[in-house]
Structures are given as structure tokens and as C-alpha cells.
């Protein structure tokens, strides 16, 4: 079973517990040590929503069917007029909510030019994922030629629907067991890139691949020897925060730590002095520890704060955040976000102006851009709401919980940040995909 349908139904359950009658002491705790497994090393759609529905999962655009592998499907087509949605029908049918009391506005109506609606298939009927904005108003997106296996790379003009190829990504290697499908797409100086990894032997391997963004043929950037883990469901170790900075490709290994850089132009991997144990939280700063891979609980005492310790690869700057009694945090450059006895808590590093701002169902696990953060609803079970926390602004995401009755039970959609550096959330409301471009919301 792959990490990403794991991680979907763990998510899943979840939410579904949310909704049951308050479980006995303790119970919750053994379903916080969420998504450990390949959290940044999938990439942005980490924090696409996922429905559970009757016979299937939906996650990332994926049908998860139980009892086979989809069939392999032919490339899609290299062209597409896509006709977008609005948000309308939408509006007009859920139940407006509150926060402290105050009706919250949908988010459309707060940030209308960060906020896209677009549909949930591609017209041939065809799911794709959504990897990342190339521009303010241009996505990158992808298709698959079986489950997992991105075939072929699109940007999609959202202003004219317009959707091209711009290229197709190689067939994976022969003879060897894939790990990791092509992840981590991140795109920079002209260039897409990304990895995938594979056991050859006894030696993990990882690659890495460019793809120039106008058009154009994929190359391999470098292959690179990936260290083993003692890690229960891991087989080795793999990338996480690939990106693309002043004519450099870098990543660090989730596992093991360490951040590594190779020229775009080709040349040598070399490790990023005095990195050992650090990862990368939001280029140039990277940070130590690690959040713990194999479990934590939001009851967990003393608190364990990720990236504690932060350094500006640029400037040298270093920071260290406050100590936490309990939970777990993760700080990014300014901020900070907890999960303590299932309640999520945004703070400063030092510690300062600690807040509640949701129950652990909209868990943020990082702050986006030191800025955004997800709250709730009032009520029992409130609803995921997007919290600007520069002006205090929270908008609806417009997920309802699903009405109960005999032949189908739904869940609320989940809907998380996992990055501090993350600019694009996304889910399905009602037949559409909300897209956000947190970086384009002034």
C-alpha cells in the first residue's frame, strides 16, 4: 500500500472519529501521529483535501479502487480549453458560520484575485494533480499514466482556461523497485524539477530531473546514493524541500538530515556546511530537529518543538525558539503552530502571544509565509477556516460536514498547511477545486 493512501485514510479516520460521539481518554492520542511518512517529500498537493466517500477514496485527484491497480491509461491530450466554474452555486447553498461570535465571509469574497474555482476533471474526463503556481496566474499541473506514475506536465492559464503540454516525463528505469514516484515538484529559475527513487540491488538511489518550463525535453540532473533508515515502512531515506535558488538545486534528506545542493547546470552534489541534522523549513533558513517520524501525541510532555534551532544559509543568521510543556510545534522563521491536548495554537518563536485558534480537525501544522494559519468554526464541530493572522481576517473554505443517513455516512474534507513556505491550498467543494495562491493575497 503506498504512503499517500495511508496517509489519506489515516486523515480520513480522523475526521470520521471527529464526528462520533467523544471517544474514551486518551483514544485521540493514538490518531495525532499523523502523516509522518513522505509529508514534504510529496510535494505542494500535500494539503489538497481528501473526501471519503462510499467504494473509494479521493486524494490529490486519485480513485483509489480496492482489489486492483487502475489500468494504464494513453497520455492525455497535449491541449485543453478548459471552461471555469464559478463559485455560485456553491454560495448559495451552505449555511454561513461563525467565528467569536461574527459571521465569516467566504473566501472568494475576501481575496477574489488569490481565489480560482476550477473543475475537478480535465475535459476528457481525466483527473490531474495540481503541483504548484508558475506564475500569480499560471498552474503547474500533471496527469498520470497509472496510479502515482505522472506521465506528462501542463501549465494552465487560468485567466483564459487554456491548459498546454509542456512536456512528457521519461518512463521510469526498468529492473528495479520504485520507491518513490516522480515528487517534489518545484519550479524556479525556468526550470522544473523534481525526483523519484528506487532500490536497485542492495543500494537506494534517487534522481533528480529538470524540465525547462517553457518547453521541452526532460534530463537527468544527478543520481544520487540514498542512506538507509531504521524506520518502520521506510526502505531508505528520501528528499524532502527540493526547490531552486540562485542557480542552484537543493534538498535535504528527511531521515537523516543534512541539506544538499548540485548546480542546475550539472556538476557536483555538495552538502551545505554545517548542516548535519538540519533540514530545509523555507529557503535559505533551515532548522533542527526534525519533527519525530515514527509518532507524537498531542498529550506528549515535555513538548517537542521542531526547528528549534534555525539558520539563514545566506546571512549565517541563527534563531532558537521557546521551549514547550507539551505537544508538538513547528516554528517556521517568525511563527509557531501547536497541537497541544488536540487544540491547535499559533504563537511567536519566543513564545510570546500564544492563541488558540482551532480544535486538532483544521490542524495547521506549519504557519504559510508566517502569515496564514487554519482556524475553526464555533461550535462542537466547527469547519476549517483560512486566518490571516497579520490583520485577523478569517475567511469560509465552504466544507460542510455531510448529512448522516442509513446507506452513507460522510466526512468532512481535511484540509491542512504542512509547510511554512507553502503558497497553494486546494480543495473539492460540490463538483469544483478551490484553488489559493496564498502568495498572491497582498
Given amino acids: 500500500m503506498s504512503t499517500e493512501l495511508e496517509d489519506a485514510l489515516a486523515r480520513t479516520l480522523e475526521q470520521a472519529a471527529a464526528a462520533a460521539p467523544p471517544p474514551a481518554p486518551g483514544l485521540t492520542d493514538q490518531i495525532d501521529r499523523r502523516y509522518r511518512r513522505r509529508r514534504r517529500a510529496q510535494g505542494v498537493m500535500a494539503g489538497a483535501a481528501v473526501l471519503a466517500l462510499a467504494g473509494g477514496v479521493i486524494g490529490t485527484g486519485h480513485w483509489l479502487t480496492v482489489g486492483g491497480e487502475a489500468d494504464r491509461i494513453q497520455p492525455a491530450a497535449s491541449r485543453f480549453s478548459i471552461e471555469m466554474p464559478t463559485a455560485v452555486s456553491v454560495l448559495g447553498t451552505v449555511t454561513p458560520v461563525t467565528r467569536n461570535g ?9 481575496w477574489p484575485d488569490a481565489v480560482h474555482t476550477l473543475p475537478q476533471q480535465l475535459p476528457d474526463g481525466r483527473d490531474y494533480q495540481i503541483l504548484g503556481f508558475i506564475d500569480a496566474t499560471t498552474l503547474l499541473i500533471s496527469t498520470e499514466s497509472s496510479f502515482e506514475n505522472t506521465d506528462r506536465l501542463y501549465h494552465w492559464d487560468l485567466q483564459t482556461g487554456e491548459a498546454v503540454a509542456i512536456g512528457d516525463l521519461p518512463a521510469l528505469p526498468e529492473g528495479v523497485d520504485i520507491d518513490t514516484y516522480p515528487s517534489g515538484f518545484a519550479v524556479g529559475d ?26 521541452g525535453e526532460a534530463s537527468r540532473l544527478t543520481t544520487i546514493d540514498l542512506p538507509e533508515v531504521e524506520i518502520e515502512g521506510w526502505t531508505a531515506d528520501m528528499l524532502e524541500g527540493l526547490g531552486i535558488a540562485d542557480g542552484q538545486v537543493h534538498w ?4 537523516s538530515g543534512g541539506v544538499y545542493q548540485v548546480p542546475l547546470n550539472g556538476g557536483e552534489v555538495t552538502q551545505v556546511p554545517d548542516s548535519d541534522g538540519y533540514h530545509i523549513v523555507a529557503w535559505p533558513w533551515i532548522g533542527t530537529p526534525e519533527e519525530p517520524l515514527e509518532g507524537w501525541t498531542s498529550q506528549q510532555t515535555p513538548g517537542v518543538v521542531v526547528n528549534r534551532e534555525l539558520r539563514n544559509v545566506e546571512t549565517g543568521e541563527q534563531r532558537t525558539a521557546a521551549e514547550a510543556e507539551q505537544g508538538v510545534w513547528f516554528c517556521g522563521p517568525e511563527l509557531c503552530a501547536g497541537l497541544v491536548d488536540n487544540v491547535n495554537y499559533v504563537r511567536n ?16 501544522e506549519y504557519i504559510a509565509l508566517d502569515r496564514f494559519a487554519l ?16 490583520t485577523g481576517t478569517a475567511a469560509d473554505l465552504l466544507l460542510r460536514w455531510g448529512e448522516e443517513d442509513e446507506e452513507e455516512a460522510q466526512t468532512l474534507p481535511g484540509v491542512t498547511i504542512r509547510g511554512a513556505d507553502q503558497t497553494l491550498l486546494a480543495w473539492d467543494v460540490e463538483g469544483m477545486r478551490f484553488v489559493v495562491n496564498l502568495g498572491a493575497i497582498g
Fill in 102 to 110: 461574527q459571521q465569516v465571509p467566504s473566501i472568494e469574497e475576501i
Fill in 190 to 215: 525556468g526550470v522544473i524539477v523534481w525526483w523519484f527513487s528506487y532500490r536497485q540491488g542492495d543500494q537506494a538511489r534517487a534522481e533528480i530531473w529538470t524540465m525547462p518550463v517553457t518547453g
Fill in 252 to 255: 535535504s534528506l528527511q531521515a
Fill in 349 to 364: 518563536r519566543d513564545g510570546s502571544d500564544q492563541q488558540a485558534v482551532g480544535s486538532g480537525m483544521t490542524f495547521t
Fill in 375 to 390: 482556524a475553526s468554526s464555533d461550535g462542537e464541530h466547527g469547519v476549517p477556516l483560512l486566518l490571516d493572522l497579520q
